[in-house]
């Protein structure tokens, strides 16, 4: 059942994804574009998230001790900004806005065989273990 869960919450995800047209790298680089060729749809898109979250977080999470599949809720434990958070959301939200693709949308297009797609995930893994790396010697 756990599987099924999964299946159907990321095929869920990946149809939101392609009906927003987050897939397409040049709608969401106008969207970023806001002294040219602004296009605001993605804010809406941003914005019925927002409800769909907030209204299945109040639903679901808040009343309940426990999630209906799993054993536990996961709930991030670090509760402070720091830097490693601070300085990786500024490379994410540059890499963002300079390819216009993030890993989830890079990850639902894999499959068009898009090179341009597949180098985004080859360095978007070489960055992750590069992060992981680099972490480790710094601790």
Request: glycine letters at 12%; proline letters at 5%.
């Amino acid at each position: 059942m756990k599987l099924l869960t999964t299946l159907f919450a990321g095929l869920l995800f990946g149809l939101g994804l392609s009906v927003s047209q987050m897939l397409n790298p040049q709608k969401v680089i106008n969207f970023l574009d806001v002294a040219g060729h602004w296009d605001a749809s993605l804010a809406f898109v941003m914005i019925g998230a927002l409800l769909v979250f907030s209204l299945g977080y109040y639903w679901l999470i808040k009343p309940s001790s426990q999630p209906i599949i799993a054993d536990k809720y996961f709930m991030p434990s670090a509760k402070v900004i720091d830097k490693p958070l601070v300085v990786g959301a500024i490379i994410f939200g540059i890499g963002w806005g300079l390819v216009g693709i993030c890993p989830g949308p890079a990850l639902a297009n894999i499959l068009g065989g898009d090179v341009k797609i597949l180098g985004f995930i080859a360095a978007m893994l070489i960055g992750m273990k590069m992060s992981g790396l680099l972490a480790a010697v710094l601790s």
